[in-house]
């Protein structure tokens, strides 16, 4: 039977072999770090983390983008105005990150779990927090009617596309 002793060894063996040994360092500190995020974000060089670095709007890599909820990244900002959702799309398909275009969020079950803590993180990293209201999703029903979501609830439910509603740009990670 071999030890919890001789278990690790080989395992640090592993490591060593693959030259892992940063990234495994970097994990360990991101889970151990008093100011580690309830939610990973995303920088605009694409680089993701539990850690806020310096903000340093200059220099690539250090300007936040994204906040991500279940391979999902939720941008900081949200739109100005209230749109229908082919504007809605429109807007969000102007942005791209990573070169894909973003959308309108998926509807998703978790975001109504995460609701508070999310908007305690945004509001952390003076981004735009959620409101009470709908917010239209990519979900086209037909060509009348698109699913929204009220990420307070949960409640999904269908509206007409032209009536003006709260939105995000979205990008579902692979």
């Not at 903000?55 to 900081?76: F, M, P, W």
Request: aromatic share 12%; glycine share 6%.
């Amino acid at each position: 039977m071999v030890s919890d002793f001789e278990k690790a060894q080989f395992l640090f063996k592993i490591i060593k072999q693959e030259h892992l040994e940063t990234e495994v360092f970097t994990l360990l500190k991101e889970n151990l770090d008093p100011h580690k995020l309830d939610f990973e974000v995303m920088y605009d060089d694409g680089g993701r983390s539990f850690l806020l670095k310096n903000q340093c709007y200059l220099q690539s890599g250090n300007v936040i983008i994204g906040v991500i909820v279940d391979n999902v990244a939720l941008a900081i900002r949200e739109g100005i105005v209230r749109c229908n959702w082919m504007q809605a799309r429109e807007y969000c398909h102007l942005y791209s990150f990573l070169d894909a275009s973003m959308d309108l969020m998926p509807v998703n079950e978790t975001f109504h779990k995460v609701y508070y803590r999310l908007n305690l993180l945004l509001e952390k990293i003076k981004g735009d927090r959620f409101s009470l209201g709908w917010y239209w999703t990519n979900q086209e029903v037909d060509e009348q009617f698109a699913l929204a979501i009220n990420l307070r609830s949960g409640e999904v439910k269908k509206f007409e596309k032209v009536r003006p509603l709260r939105y995000r740009p979205a990008l579902i990670l692979g």
